[in-house]
């Protein structure tokens, strides 16, 4: 359990000895379920629950939910993935729900193409190398980084250094390599061509914090260009904040945002105030903004407007009722209104 361990480390302790304890726990907890499997979880006069996991394409190892109640059949999408995200299938409806519970993060807009994203990021990484500069790209752990490793290796020189200084990252690319079997036939079809798209000869990983320390002074200092991939993705904690400090006041570097920035991270102030050369605070220090800075959309695990609605429209015998949490106030007004003109038409 990757993502729970992080999680106890982050929010509550790094002590190994209660980290070990609480994994222990999690661990004789814990029921692996297969996907596309009816499990029975409560069987009474009263109350017959079964449960089956399907794919949701968000990262690896996510699933939405289908429960069925006394034959009422409530489906909980969680996170959906987006329709192009490289490495995973797409999710695909169920067959019918009754009531749907879906998400809304981005019930108010869609994802630029695929195709279109990874043409911006060619040339974005083209115009900061020509500076002889590091490219940094905060970017979450799991998801997003192997996506971009797995883009990386199509567009990019097999000369340039590709970094990626993220422990965590690391472990959750790993689990990736080692559990190829889920990959989408896209990806499966790159492995049989002789590619190694989260394995390639000139992807470098950082380990130790005195390692790290070493690459930031030595990328800070250097004329070499590279592109470093570091969290945490909104730039409030994590190795990329080290690399921040050291380069975010040279012009020769670039910032290149992948995902989105919550309002009061200092991703966001970054994202605002560097094309007009402003400034940061980082650890209580200011920074001025030099580097360049970018943004790149379409980088998201997440399904956009058009994917939550065909999600919908893929099922055989739609939902009466239709439950949207997980957005913001407006992306779930702008999803509803979608939703509704899908019904009446």
């Not at 990757?2 to 070990?20: M, N, P, T």
């Not at 993935?81 to 019918?96: N, Q, Y």
């Not at 380990?207 to 260009?225: G, T």
């Not at 020769?252 to 094309?275: C, K, M, N, S, W």
């Amino acid at each position: 359990p990757l993502v729970l361990e992080d999680a106890f480390k982050l929010g509550i302790s790094r002590d190994r000895q209660l980290v070990e304890q609480y994994l222990a726990t999690i661990e004789q907890r814990m029921l692996p379920l297969p996907y596309n499997q009816w499990h029975r979880v409560i069987d009474t006069p009263e109350h017959r629950v079964d449960i089956r996991l399907q794919r949701a394409g968000h990262i690896l190892g996510s699933a939405y939910v289908e429960v069925d109640h006394n034959g009422t059949r409530i489906v909980f999408s969680s996170d959906l993935g987006a329709s192009h995200t490289p490495l995973l299938p797409a999710p695909k409806s169920p067959e019918r729900a009754d009531v749907l519970v879906l998400e809304s993060t981005y019930g108010d807009r869609n994802h630029e193409s695929r195709e279109d994203r990874k043409h911006r990021l060619k040339a974005a990484i083209d115009r900061a190398l020509q500076n002889q500069g590091t490219v940094l790209i905060p970017a979450f752990s799991i998801g997003r980084t192997q996506e971009l490793l797995y883009e990386l290796e199509e567009i990019i020189s097999d000369k340039l250094p590709v970094i990626l200084d993220s422990p965590l990252a690391a472990k959750f690319t790993a689990a990736y390599r080692e559990l190829q079997s889920y990959w989408d036939e896209e990806a499966r079809a790159r492995l049989q061509q002789g590619c190694k798209p989260l394995a390639f000869d000139n992807l470098l990983t950082v380990e130790s914090h005195h390692e790290h320390l070493k690459m930031v002074r030595h990328l800070a200092n250097s004329a070499r260009p590279a592109i470093v991939i570091a969290g945490s993705g909104m730039c409030n904690a994590g190795r990329i904040v080290n690399y921040l400090k050291a380069m975010l006041g040279d012009e020769r570097h670039a910032v290149l945002f992948v995902g989105y920035q919550a309002e009061g991270t200092p991703g966001r102030d970054i994202q605002r105030y560097g094309p007009d050369n402003g400034y940061v605070w980082l650890d209580d220090e200011k920074h001025t903004i030099r580097a360049v800075v970018e943004t790149i959309g379409g980088y998201s695990a997440h399904a956009d407007q058009q994917g939550l609605v065909n999600f919908v429209k893929g099922m055989k015998h739609r939902p009466e009722d239709i439950r949207l949490v997980h957005g913001e106030k407006h992306a779930k007004q702008a999803l509803r209104e979608k939703l509704e003109t899908f019904a009446l038409t």
